[in-house]
């Protein structure tokens, strides 16, 4: 089952939303993600946050549309996306989309992609998605499809990563080695329609990217 959540980050256009909200089993809104489907006439299934970037009429909106509401305390230890993964995960998804997740704020950007190793480290796959870039782990095994042309950057995400193997890359690597602090992973290039990317041990940040 795919569950999406949107965040209070940078907000794309509509039909950007549309194209994974058309294939979602549940759908979590983060606060000022709220805001966002109230804006496009999405119905989320849960709000959950410490409302403080949701506008007050449009929680109201919820309200009266019977949209379940989870209220959290602004002095917490999680931020409200990390609620929204840790609530899904119990709930026994197996795909959780990240919307909203990308923006100005660097800190919760990084916030949020250690919330896909929470998420790979459950068996859960995990992508953070905005126009230009989705953003996911591996620790074995992992294909790309129909994104020829497209940059693909690979980062260490554990203090080393062995056994990478990689096929329809311009750059290819066969049973090689990253070591975190040595991004020299950043922009290949997809040359085929599909790319497969292998390990052995250890855990990849994976970055696909249109430009």
Do not use: W
């Amino acid at each position: 089952m795919r569950a999406i959540i949107i965040s209070n980050g940078s907000v794309e256009d509509k039909a950007f939303y549309e194209e994974y909200l058309k294939t979602a089993n549940f759908i979590i809104c983060c606060d000022g993600g709220a805001n966002v489907a109230y804006n496009y006439g999405f119905l989320p299934d849960l709000i959950l946050g410490d409302f403080d970037s949701i506008d007050k009429d449009v929680l109201e909106y919820f309200r009266i549309k019977n949209v379940e509401i989870l209220e959290f305390p602004r002095e917490k230890d999680k931020t409200d996306t990390q609620i929204a993964v840790e609530y899904l995960a119990e709930r026994g998804f197996d795909e959780i989309v990240m919307l909203s997740c990308t923006g100005r704020r660097i800190d919760h950007v990084l916030a949020n992609i250690t919330l896909l190793y929470y998420l790979l480290e459950r068996n859960i796959k995990g992508l953070i998605v905005d126009n230009n870039n989705i953003i996911t782990m591996t620790k074995d095994k992992i294909k790309i499809e129909g994104k020829k042309g497209h940059i693909l950057s690979l980062l260490p995400y554990t203090k080393t990563v062995k056994g990478i193997s990689t096929k329809g890359l311009y750059y290819t690597l066969k049973d090689g080695s990253m070591e975190f602090g040595n991004p020299y992973g950043v922009s290949n290039v997809i040359i085929e329609d599909e790319a497969i990317v292998e390990v052995e041990d250890g855990v990849l940040l994976v970055i696909l990217s249109s430009d």
